[in-house]
């Protein structure tokens, strides 16, 4: 099986990167201006070291957390990223099924390059033919330009189609500047008679379609906005992803929503923002109350099992991860999707097990020194 010789996620990018055309690969892998967000969001997990506890039995392990309402095998999820099908044919499709076969939730992208209702067919299909209900699907919203009419209709098809969480993008009243996807653009207009095309997606990327400006996006979103879209989908859950300070988890506390999702959006957006662990230690720091009021989930940089066990004893929930399912969804499809899982499960249980902890319920500060990245 080619797919036994792939030992961590970071074997699937360098594989991505061979096979993938270059403008999906700089699509998947570019981040903004200097990349400073982007490079710390790994350098953040080298500065929190473990404390293992030894003596203990831990011949079973238990890794199913809450995420969103939905009881998941697994404290991860498959953050939204757009346009799958620039690595696969069968795009989004290859996640939604991995996702239920691992019992885990999918969140696509509001550009998804699948319709949602394909995706939610795809995951009933999947249910069907296991006899289960394993899966779930979580709909990410960009509130557009003209707010409220797209955003009320993407809505309302979220709950017909019984998408089970609202994730609302917050940190894209812009689009960031990513300079590799600028300069290849730049590239291709100059070499007259090719065109940009973004794969076969109905509802492309604005930043990967121009005409639309970086200025143009969910600029005008407000916090009284989170008024009319919770009316819109009802008492289900809704998260707010893209939060970075512990002043706007306060905030979003205040104002009924059900959880924040800490994130610079794979250091895409704003330049220089804080890694997610980095804003975990300044909720635990200056108001660890928060973490029995609201749900805080995170993203960014997260490759290994460890890093997962990490924010989860600063109080995370669960964890997504975004590009390391595109790259593993390129070339191998769902089977690259489902080996991306088992890695990432496997390690998490052997790195529980060698510290002393048989439920991820148990994970807590006590198992961490965070020390250097107070420091910073
Ligand atoms: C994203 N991300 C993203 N987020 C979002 O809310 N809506 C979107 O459409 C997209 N699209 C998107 C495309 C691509 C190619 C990437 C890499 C990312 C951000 C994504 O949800 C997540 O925050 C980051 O990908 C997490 O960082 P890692 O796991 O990629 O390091």
Not at 21 to 30: G, N, T, V
Not at 142 to 153: C, F, M, Q, V, W
Not at 268 to 297: C, V
């Amino acid at each position: 099986n080619p797919l036994s010789v792939l030992q961590n996620l970071d074997d699937f990018e360098k594989e991505a990167k061979k096979v993938l055309p270059e403008k999906a690969w700089i699509y998947y892998s570019s981040a903004t201006d200097t990349l400073s967000s982007h490079i710390n969001n790994r350098t953040a997990f080298s500065k929190v070291s473990l404390r293992p506890r030894v003596l203990r039995n831990v011949a079973r392990v238990s890794l199913q957390r809450d995420i969103m309402g939905f009881r998941s095998s697994l404290p991860i999820f498959i953050a939204p990223a757009a346009l799958a099908k620039l690595g696969h044919p069968d795009g989004e499709l290859c996640l939604t099924r991995a996702a239920a076969r691992y019992n885990i939730p999918h969140c696509p992208s509001t550009y998804s390059s699948i319709g949602h209702t394909n995706l939610a067919a795809c995951l009933q299909a999947e249910q069907k033919a296991a006899d289960n209900d394993r899966g779930s699907l979580f709909f990410q919203l960009y509130a557009p330009i003209n707010k409220r009419d797209g955003a009320l209709k993407l809505i309302a098809e979220a709950r017909r189609l019984k998408f089970s969480a609202l994730v609302v993008t917050v940190d894209s009243a812009v689009i960031g500047k990513r300079e590799e996807d600028e300069r290849y653009k730049a590239r291709l207009d100059h070499d007259s008679g090719i065109v940009f095309q973004a794969s076969s997606s109905p509802d492309p990327d604005p930043n990967l379609d121009r005409p639309v400006p970086r200025g143009a996006h969910s600029s005008t979103l407000e916090w009284d906005d989170l008024v009319w879209i919770r009316e819109a989908w009802g008492s289900g859950p809704i998260v707010l992803k893209g939060i970075a300070t512990v002043e706007d988890v306060v905030e979003a506390a205040k104002r009924g929503v059900n959880g924040v999702y800490l994130s610079n959006h794979g250091g895409r957006q704003l330049d220089y923002a804080p890694s997610s662990l980095h804003t975990l230690l300044e909720i635990r720091l200056f108001h660890p109350e928060l973490f029995d009021k609201i749900e805080i989930y995170v993203d960014g940089g997260f490759r290994r099992g460890t890093d997962v066990i990490k924010a989860l004893c600063l109080g995370a929930k669960a964890v997504g991860l975004g590009r390391p399912f595109m790259y593993s969804l390129t070339g191998y499809g769902t089977e690259g999707v489902c080996r991306a899982i088992e890695i990432l499960s496997d390690e998490i249980q052997t790195s529980m097990r060698l510290m002393g902890v048989t439920d991820v319920d148990q994970l807590d500060m006590s198992y961490v020194n965070t020390a250097l990245l107070e420091l910073e």
